[in-house]
């Protein structure tokens, strides 16, 4: 079969598995890159392996440290003349290249919200790790299963102010505008229990229960708080009200995780394209710009640089953390610099389709997109034959 990008408003619903497993090589060779280190965490938990940053977590501890990783997600194998989604190939490219270094490696596919899944996560890593040393919760979902069987959706609305924005047409480069009415008290809380701290402090009081977090124990949890032009969607939005809930959580499981000597952090990270972040309207009038601002900088970081070198500087090195008043790691240092900050606050209101090519860095923007997919992947041959079913081996979970 010969793969192409299929592109509908702002969601590819095509992946190539070639070209994912080239992205994977390449977040590998970032990761080793920076050598293999000894002094971080031996056996890892990441839920929300799959994609963006914690697939990159993934990557940066089993290829920076050795670790062993079990890795949970959610994600759809190929079926017919449909291809996987793009974090089953990366998956599958992970384990692949994970083991063929002799790293331990299980996945669970499965809802990570559901008892079954914490249960079956906390059986497996007792019968071959023992404990965990790191659990990074990386989840982005759109909705959340409750365990009476009721569903709960997350919204990206405005609270108290309708939103007028744009965004841009992947396929056309229009600017389309955008209103958005604010959201109701039922739409926030419930934002706030898909995107915010509850299942967090479920999956370590799991793990706490079964003794399965190790002396020291770290666990993290990423955030965003962006810039002002972002904030009346994104901080000052449901998403924001929903990211404000980490805090609550973290402060809530300092006790927790003092009883095995542990620490729990809220890190905010920069933005970035990811599957979540795509979805979030006029995210990708800001990140084009912050893309042209950084990369003239030479401060553009991807998602691997972002966990590699929170890992290795923050996490586990030996410098300070650099942390803010409420107490959480910052790694958007850089994106929120003066300089990169003043560039977006001044052409914010001048993008339109004529200035887009001159003033943001769009294409940028695009071919990130692309390349989560596995498209526009240096090096790649996208006119060859790819078989599309790709297996992953499942500890967890159905193919
Ligand atoms: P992503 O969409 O790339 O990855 C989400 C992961 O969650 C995938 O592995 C997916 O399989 C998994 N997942 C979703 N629903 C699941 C479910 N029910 N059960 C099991 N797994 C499920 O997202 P991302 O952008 O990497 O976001 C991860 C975290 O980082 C989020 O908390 C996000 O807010 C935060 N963050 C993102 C950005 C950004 O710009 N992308 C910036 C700062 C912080």
Redesign the pocket.
Known sequence: MIIKPRIRGFLCTTAHPAGCAQDVANQINHAESEGIRSDGPKRVLI?????????ASRISTAFGFGSSTVG????RPASGNRTASP?WYKTAAFTEKAKAKGLYTANIN????SQGIKDATCDLIEKDLGQIDLVVY????PA?QLPDGSVVRSTLKPIGEPFEGSTIDLNTRELKSLSLEPANEEEVSDTIRV?GGEDWELWIQALLARGLLAAGCITT????LGSEVTWPIYHHGTIGKA?EDLDRAQAALVEPMESVNGKAHVV?????V????SAIPGMSIYLSLLFRAMKKAGTHEG?IEQTTRFFNTQLFGSGEHRTDEGGRIRMDELELRDDIQQFVADNWSLVSAETLDDMTDFDGYKQAYLEMHGFEVAGMDYEAEVDPEIPIELQVGEA
Do not use: H, P, W
């Open positions: 839920i929300g392996a799959s994609g963006g940053y914690g697939l949970v997600f959610f994600e974090g499965g809802d990570a919200f990386s989840l982005a979902a959340r995107m949890n990423y955030t965003y990211k905010v990270m920069k933005g970035l990811t599957q979540a972040a998602c």
